[in-house]
């Protein structure tokens, strides 16, 4: 049911308030999404030396000396997926976004990874809004559900929103002292409090597409929409779909994501007149090393990474081959990395079976050297892990859930050990997984097996509900990560192979 929020006698006063009419004003949004701890510059497969906080905030100057009104915003994630994350959870990256000027943040769900009193830190030590218009802690406010600033004359109203499924994607520990607010409902509540009192409505959101689309449907009066937690694209969207385009004249509400890890950096230029944008046109601007280092932030960076580096450059063995960790592969198929750590867990615990999500693995380790830096960035988390006993129907189900998202690139998608599946992705939600055999056997459904898995999914995480059910639960108290490192040091050269243990038909 929705819910909606109530923002008390402000709203009653600045509801009483017009909005004033005003001439056309040109306003230039800036956008970050998906930072996930990548305050260094990183390598892809086409391109090295991308994305990196000195050269995003030299990009950001840049574009603040040839704009007269601009907005910096980020819609979320800026913790968990390398080793500065891990190491510093967020401090570098705050800081950072203070030296170069950001006017406000959408908490996405990674920001709760370290419990609630971490991210209350991290909103301390911000110098700009974290809002979190979707989540509370249990009868209170974490911090600012909406904030209302004043740019060229304009007043706009920027609130977040946080995708409806944040209990499965936030450690269970964590999400019990929250509270959960309907985007829909909330934007709604806010439009009808706040939106005679402001000229332009602005959401960041960190939901799915098709979520992001049945706002705009759902509340035509937000302006703006700026997406996260999922993969960016190129041009701007309406709440009709279609493809993206460049500009649009007179549009309804827009809708923009910029590429993850701050590859890019979004532009998105507004003409505003009268409450309505007469004209959008967005880009992607790319973020290279071909930017000067902006002084300030490199600085900064500087000093975090050599307290990293005397920390992670110990080498602790070496990888034989290139171990995949890739995004699009750990989400959707086997890949070596994903069976050396399911093995690992299953060798450690002595279960039949080990099932790790694959987005608990946030990185590839390339051919060569393996250092403790690596581990830190693959593995990110702090989990625990957890074994419990299954029958051969509830293994079933677990793995049905895992390949339940496979086309959005979700991360419950399960790399085993100790048991092969086949699934076909065509088949309805549910009646997927066509084969499975358990030490090469076929499953039987009223058998118990023991099962190693993370604390994450023990506890329901990433829909694993049907783990909640597994009898004489022990939590071995092991780190994952630590359990990695250890093996890595112990086998000492990995060249850990795809067996067909996971096949999409």
Known sequence: MRRFIVVGLIVLVLAATSAAQSPAVRLTLLYTSEHHGNVLPFDTPTAK???????????????????????LLDSGDILMGTAMSSVFRGEPDILAMNLIGYDAMAAGNHEFDYGVEHFRRL?????????????????????????????????????????????????PNISRELEYFDPIGSAQGLIRGL????????????MSNS??????????????????????????????????????DNPPTVYVKTHRLGATVGRLDLVVADGKVRRASVRNLPVTGALAPEPAVAGLVKQYEDRLQARFAEVIGRAALFLDGERGTVRARETNLGNMISDAVREFA???????????IRGSINEGPITL??????????????????????????LENGVSMVEQGAGR????????????????????????????????????????????????????????????????QMDLRDLFIETIRRVGVVSARLDGRITAR
């Open 350 to 360: 002595r279960t039949d079976v080990a099932i790790i999500n694959g987005g608990n």
């Open 413 to 476: 998608f399960a790399q085993v050990a100790g048991m092969s599946y086949a699934y076909e992705r065509g088949r309805p939600s549910g009646q997927r997984v066509v084969e499975l055999r358990i030490g090469g056997q076929p499953v039987d459904p009223t058998r118990r097996y023991s099962v190693a898995t993370n604390d994450f999914l023990a506890d329901g995480g990433d829909g694993f509900s049907v783990f909640k059910l597994g009898v004489q639960r022990r939590d071995t």
């Open 123 to 171: 909103v301390r030590l911000a110098k700009f809004p974290i809002i979190s218009t979707s989540l509370r802690a249990r009868g209170q406010e974490l911090t600012p559900l909406f904030i209302i600033k004043q740019v060229a004359g304009l007043r706009v109203l920027i609130f977040s929103t946080l995708d409806e499924e944040w209990a499965d994607i936030i450690h």
């Open 373 to 398: 830096g690596d581990a830190f960035r693959v593995l990110a988390f702090d989990n625990s892990i957890v074994t419990f006993q299954l029958t051969g129907a509830q293994i079933r189900e677990a």
């Open 49 to 71: 030396g991308v994305g990196g906080m000195a050269a995003r905030a030299s990009l950001i100057a840049q574009v603040r000396g040839e704009a007269p009104n601009v907005l």
């Open 195 to 206: 939106g005679r009192s402001v000229d332009l409505v602005i959401a960041l959101t960190h």
């Open 211 to 248: 979520l992001d689309l049945a706002l705009a449907r759902a509340v035509p009066q937000i302006h703006v929409i700026i997406g996260g937690h999922t993969d960016g694209f190129d041009g701007v969207l309406t709440a009709a779909g279609g493809r993206p385009v460049d500009a649009i």
